[in-house]
DNA sequence: GCCAACGTTGGC
DNA sequence: GCCAACGTTGGC
């Protein structure tokens, strides 16, 4: 069974453009439990991703991805020079998964934050759009990617 | 740059 | 196990 997802990424960071650019990229530096859980756990290959751009001048769903590996220890945990560096994690035992993430296409527009606020009646009950959500990778059931696909 | 929300850490 | 302190996220 297909299941959605919707990943957050910063665009000064890695952006749709960026995604289309190399393809596919390794979901490397999610630090969070409940956002590792869902790539170790319940991801699997094919599913669909709504690519959302975070922190910028127009936060929003800007592209469509997909989940392309099965989930592997995410390497920056163990490479003492990156940011994502956890000395407490060991490679016998790797505290943060990822997985890959390809790249399907890029909206034609931005399906804004905004716009998404004023349909919460059609997209019920919605990580992102709950109060002080924060997670970069959260659930999206098929009705709700339908939508969103609709307001492009 | 501000700040609310929230997760994590560590002392007790 | 509680909770204050602290760090981070992300909208504005």
């Given at each position: 069974?297909?299941?959605?997802?919707l990943?957050?990424?910063e665009?000064d960071?890695?952006s749709i453009d960026?995604l289309c650019?190399?393809g596919?990229?390794p979901?490397s530096?999610?630090?969070n439990y409940?956002?590792?859980?869902?790539m170790?756990t319940?991801m699997k290959?094919?599913d669909?991703?709504?690519?959302y751009?975070s922190n910028c001048?127009v936060?929003g769903v800007?592209?469509l991805a997909?989940v392309a590996?099965?989930a592997?220890?995410?390497?920056?945990?163990f490479?003492?020079?990156?940011?994502?560096?956890?000395?407490?994690s060991?490679?016998d035992?790797p505290?943060?998964?990822l997985?890959?993430?390809?790249f399907?296409?890029?909206f034609?527009r931005?399906?804004?934050l905004?716009?998404?606020?004023?349909?919460?009646?059609?997209?019920?009950?919605f990580?992102l759009?709950?109060?002080?959500?924060?997670?970069?990778?959260l659930?999206v059931?098929?009705?709700q990617?339908?939508?969103?696909?609709?307001l492009?």
């Amino acid at each position: 069974m297909k299941q959605y997802w919707l990943m957050k990424s910063e665009p000064d960071e890695f952006s749709i453009d960026a995604l289309c650019k190399v393809g596919r990229e390794p979901w490397s530096g999610v630090r969070n439990y409940q956002a590792r859980n869902f790539m170790m756990t319940d991801m699997k290959v094919g599913d669909g991703i709504l690519f959302y751009h975070s922190n910028c001048t127009v936060p929003g769903v800007t592209g469509l991805a997909e989940v392309a590996s099965p989930a592997y220890p995410d390497p920056t945990q163990f490479l003492p020079r990156s940011d994502y560096f956890d000395a407490a994690s060991k490679p016998d035992q790797p505290r943060w998964w990822l997985v890959d993430v390809g790249f399907k296409r890029k909206f034609k527009r931005t399906v804004s934050l905004d716009e998404m606020r004023a349909q919460a009646d059609a997209l019920g009950d919605f990580a992102l759009l709950r109060r002080g959500n924060r997670l970069s990778v959260l659930p999206v059931t098929a009705a709700q990617y339908k939508h969103i696909l609709t307001l492009e």
